[in-house]
C-alpha cells in the first residue's frame, strides 16, 4: 500500500469534514487502506447525486497524493510511516470549527493550531521537513474545498473574499466561525466582491467639478467614458474614477471592479482572473472565464455593480467587453475622445481656484498669487502639481524660490503631444525636480535601492507590479521595503488600494527613462527589470494554488511588457528572454497551459535574441508542445514538439536527455492522436536508447519504460504490457519508493493489465 495514499484517505475526508460534507468512510473504520481509489468510491457512495462533488474530491486526491510524494525521497520507510501515523493522529484530535477559523487566517495560524508545541518532537530534520510539508499541503485542501461550489454552494463564491477582508483586524475565533455560518446560510447574497487593484486616492485629493457628471451619465445603469481634455494624461481620470468606486465600496454594491485595460489581452486577463477569485468561474481558458464574469454581470439583477476598465487606448480593445442590464454601471477612463462606449465625461485639468488652493494646503505656503503663478507654469495639470508640492514642502521654498528652480531645470526629451499641441516644458522640470529632490534627501542605501526600483518600473508593465517582487534589488530587502514606502509618502510611486502593487505615474516613467538614457545607464534599468521579476519567478509557496497563480501573474506582466513601445530595451535583452522561458517551463510542469499559451509570441523574440538553434528556444517549443496538448491541441503539440526535437538533435547530440524527453511528448502526441504503433516503435527506441545512455533503472527510464507499457496496453498487447508493468512495478519500489507517484501509476497499470487480461 501506498503509504502516502494512507495520508489521502485520512487528509481528504478531514477536509470535507471541515466544512461538514458527510464522512466519506463509516464511523470507526479508521484509516482507509486502499488510498485514492477507496476515497473516491467512498465520495460516491455518501454523494451520489452530486457529480461535482466527486469530481472535486477525486482531483484533490489525486492532487495531494501527487505533490505529497515529492517530499518522501529522502526518508526511509519507517522514518515515513512514523511522520505520516503522528499527522493522522493531529488530524483526528484537531477541532475541526477551531482549524477551519485558523486555516482562513493564516498558513502560520493553521499550522500552529494542528501542531502545538509538540508535534514534531523527537523527529529529525527530514522528518519535521515531511511533517510540515504534509500540514502545507492539508491547508491548501482546506483553501481549495473552501472556494467550490462542490462544497461549500452559495458560500463559496464571494464568503472566503469577504471573512479575509474582515480578518484584517484579526478577530477571535469566535467570530471568525460566526462568518463562516453566516456566509453558509446564506448571508454571501447580501456580500459584495471587490477584485482587482484599484489605485488608492492621492494625499490631498481634489473633489473634482466632473463627479457629479460622472454620477448623473451613471444614475441607474450605463456606461460612461472618462477622458482627458486634449487627451492629456496627468489630468486625474484614474483618481476620479477611483474615487467614485470608493464611495460604491463603501456602500456596499454588490460588485466593484477595477481592470486595466491598456490592451484586449490585459483586459481579458485581468476579467478571468477576477471571475476565479471570485468563484463565478472556474473555467480555465481566460477568454471563457471572461465572458462568464460579464455574463454574470449582465444578468445579476437590479442591485448596483461597477466595473471599472482603466486606461484603454482603443475603444476596439473593450466595445465586446461591456456588461449590461439593470443596476450596471461601466467606466472607461482613456485619453482619447470615445463616444461609441457611452456618454462621455470629458475631466480637465484643475480649475485655477483649485490648482491655487491644492498647492496652498499640501505646502502650508499661504499666496494665493505664488501658488496661482506655478499653477499656470505647470499647466494646472495634477500630477506635475502633486510633483511641485513634494519638492516646495521638502525644500522648504516658497512659491517665487521654487519658479527659479523650475526656469534652470531640464524638461522632457521627447515631447508629448495632446490632441491641442504639447505638454508645457515645465511639467517634464518638476517631475525630475521631485523624483531627484527625494533620492536625494534618503539615506545612500535607501537612496541606491531607489534608482534600482525606480528604473525597474520604469520599463515593467505600467500598471504596476507587487512590492515583493522588488526587494531583490537591493542588499537587504528591509531596506527596499524602505525604500518603496519613501518613495510611495514622498508621491513618486502609486500604491494600489490594498497597498500589494505600486507603480509609476506614465509620465513620471517617461521622465526617469530619459535620465537613465541621458546617463548611458539603461543597460542597469534593464537589469534591475529583470533582477525583479526573476525574484518573482523564484517566490517558493506552500501550496500548489499559490505558486500557480503567482505564475499566472508574472506571465501576465510579460505579456503587457510585450505590449509597450518603451520597453523595447527589454524585448532585446537576452535575461529577459530567459525569464520568459522559465515561466512557460513552469507553465508546462504546473499543468496550467494558458499562461504559456499567452506568451506564445514572444517564441520569435526569443529566436531572434538568444538565436533559434540555442537551447533555450528549442526547449520554449518543447514546452509549447506540452501546453498545447494539455489542452488538446494535438495538431500544434505535433508541431512544436518536432521542431524542438529536430533541432535539439542538431545542437546536443541524438542520446542527450533533452532530446530523448522531446521523442518521449512526441510519441505521446501520437499516442493520443490514434497512431499507436508509431508511437510504441518511437518509445521502444528512447527506452532502448535511454538504458544504454542512463542505466536502466534512471529515473528517466523508468518514466519512458512506464509509457511504452502505456503504448502496448493502448494497441493491445496486454502480455508484454503486463510484463512491462510488472517490472516496473518492482523497480521503481526498490529505486523510487512505494510511496513515489511512478510506483503507483505502475502498480495501477499493472492492475488493468491483469484485469483486461481477465
Request: net charge negative.
Amino acid at each position: 500500500m501506498s503509504k502516502v495514499s494512507s495520508i489521502v484517505s485520512a487528509a481528504v475526508p478531514w477536509v470535507l469534514g471541515v466544512f461538514g460534507v458527510p464522512p466519506l468512510v463509516a464511523e470507526g473504520a479508521g484509516v482507509v487502506a486502499a488510498g485514492v481509489d477507496t476515497v473516491v468510491e467512498a465520495g460516491k457512495a455518501s454523494a451520489a447525486r452530486n457529480r461535482e462533488l466527486q469530481a472535486f474530491v477525486a482531483k484533490a486526491a489525486e492532487s495531494f497524493e501527487e505533490q505529497c510524494g515529492r517530499e518522501i525521497t529522502h526518508l526511509g520507510d519507517y522514518d515515513r510511516e512514523v511522520v505520516e501515523k503522528r499527522m493522522r493522529e493531529l488530524l483526528q484530535a484537531a477541532d475541526r470549527d477551531a482549524m477551519l477559523g485558523a486555516a482562513l487566517i493564516g498558513y502560520d495560524e493553521f499550522q500552529l493550531r494542528l501542531f502545538g508545541t509538540e508535534a514534531c518532537a523527537g523527529l529529525d530534520d527530514d522528518g519535521r521537513g515531511y511533517l510540515v510539508a504534509l500540514c502545507g499541503h492539508v491547508h491548501g485542501l482546506v483553501l481549495s474545498f473552501a472556494q467550490s461550489d462542490a462544497v461549500l454552494g452559495v458560500a463559496s463564491t464571494t464568503a472566503i473574499r469577504i471573512i479575509w477582508r474582515e480578518l484584517a483586524s484579526r478577530p477571535t475565533l469566535d467570530q471568525v466561525q460566526l462568518l463562516i455560518r453566516q456566509a453558509i446560510s446564506g448571508e454571501v447574497e447580501k456580500r459584495r466582491h471587490v477584485v482587482g487593484s484599484r489605485p488608492r486616492l492621492a494625499a490631498g485629493f481634489v473633489t473634482r467639478n466632473e463627479m457629479p457628471a460622472l454620477r448623473d451619465a451613471l444614475d441607474q445603469s450605463g456606461v460612461a467614458t472618462v477622458s482627458a481634455l486634449q487627451g492629456m494624461r496627468g489630468a486625474g481620470k484614474s483618481q476620479l474614477a477611483s474615487a467614485y468606486a470608493e464611495a460604491c465600496e463603501n456602500d456596499l454594491w454588490r460588485f466593484v471592479g477595477w481592470i486595466t485595460a491598456s490592451t484586449r489581452e490585459q483586459a481579458i486577463t485581468e476579467l478571468a482572473a477576477a471571475a476565479q477569485s471570485t468563484g463565478i468561474s472556474d473555467e480555465e481558458i481566460p477568454e471563457k472565464a471572461a465572458r462568464q464574469l460579464l455574463a454574470w454581470l449582465s444578468s445579476a439583477g437590479p442591485e448596483p455593480r461597477l466595473l471599472v476598465f482603466d486606461n484603454v487606448n482603443s475603444a476596439d480593445d473593450v466595445t465586446d467587453l461591456i456588461p449590461t442590464g439593470p443596476g450596471m454601471r461601466v467606466i472607461v477612463t482613456t485619453t482619447r475622445k470615445a463616444t461609441a462606449l457611452g456618454k462621455p465625461v470629458e475631466i480637465g485639468v484643475y480649475t485655477p481656484q483649485q490648482a491655487i488652493d491644492y498647492l496652498q494646503d499640501a505646502t502650508d505656503v499661504r499666496d494665493e498669487e505664488g501658488a496661482g503663478a506655478v499653477a499656470e507654469d505647470l499647466g494646472r495639470l495634477p500630477v506635475a502639481l502633486t510633483q511641485a508640492a513634494v519638492v516646495i514642502k521638502g525644500r522648504n521654498y516658497d512659491f517665487r524660490r521654487y519658479r527659479e528652480l523650475l526656469s534652470s531645470g531640464r524638461g522632457l526629451d521627447r515631447v508629448v503631444e495632446t490632441e491641442d499641441g504639447a505638454y508645457p516644458q515645465l511639467v517634464g522640470v518638476a517631475l525630475r525636480l521631485a523624483y531627484t529632490d527625494v533620492l536625494k534627501g534618503l539615506p545612500g542605501e535607501v537612496s541606491d535601492a531607489a534608482e534600482h526600483v525606480l528604473g525597474a518600473l520604469a520599463l515593467l508593465a505600467e500598471p504596476g507590479v507587487p512590492r515583493e517582487w522588488l526587494r531583490g534589488l537591493g542588499d537587504d530587502e528591509f531596506v527596499v521595503d524602505e525604500t518603496v514606502g519613501a518613495l510611495v509618502k514622498n508621491s513618486i510611486l502609486i500604491e494600489s488600494e490594498d497597498r500589494r502593487i505600486v507603480s509609476l505615474h506614465r509620465l513620471q516613467a517617461q521622465v526617469i527613462r530619459e535620465d537613465f538614457e541621458a546617463r548611458n545607464e539603461m543597460g542597469a534599468a534593464v537589469r534591475n527589470a529583470c533582477v525583479a521579476m526573476h525574484g518573482a519567478s523564484w517566490y517558493v509557496a506552500n501550496t500548489y494554488l499559490v505558486e500557480r497563480d503567482n505564475n499566472r501573474e508574472i506571465a501576465s506582466q510579460f505579456v503587457a511588457v510585450r505590449e509597450q513601445s518603451h520597453s523595447t530595451s527589454l524585448m532585446n535583452d537576452e535575461d529577459w528572454m530567459r525569464l520568459v522561458a522559465a515561466v512557460v517551463y513552469r507553465s508546462s510542469q504546473q499543468l496550467d497551459p494558458y499562461p504559456a499559451i499567452e506568451l506564445e509570441g514572444y517564441l520569435e523574440d526569443v529566436n531572434r535574441v538568444l538565436g533559434a538553434d540555442c537551447r533555450e528556444a528549442l526547449m520554449f517549443c518543447n514546452n509549447l508542445g506540452v501546453v498545447y496538448e494539455l489542452v488538446g491541441d494535438l495538431g500544434r503539440a505535433r508541431l512544436f514538439y518536432e521542431r524542438a526535437l529536430d533541432g535539439l538533435s542538431k545542437v546536443t547530440g541524438a542520446d542527450q536527455s533533452d532530446v530523448l524527453a522531446a521523442r518521449n511528448n512526441l510519441a505521446g502526441v501520437y499516442l493520443s492522436s490514434g497512431n499507436l504503433t508509431q508511437a510504441a516503435s518511437m518509445l521502444e527506441r528512447v527506452v532502448c536508447d535511454a538504458k544504454r545512455v542512463f542505466g536502466e533503472r534512471h529515473p528517466d527510464t523508468l518514466m519512458f519504460r512506464g509509457n511504452l507499457a502505456k503504448a502496448y496496453e493502448a494497441v493491445g498487447d496486454l502480455s508484454r504490457a503486463s510484463v512491462l508493468f510488472d517490472r516496473l512495478t518492482e523497480d521503481t519500489s526498490r529505486i523510487l519508493g512505494s510511496g513515489d507517484q511512478r510506483t503507483f501509476t505502475a502498480r495501477s497499470g499493472l492492475a488493468r493489465a491483469y484485469k483486461e487480461q481477465g
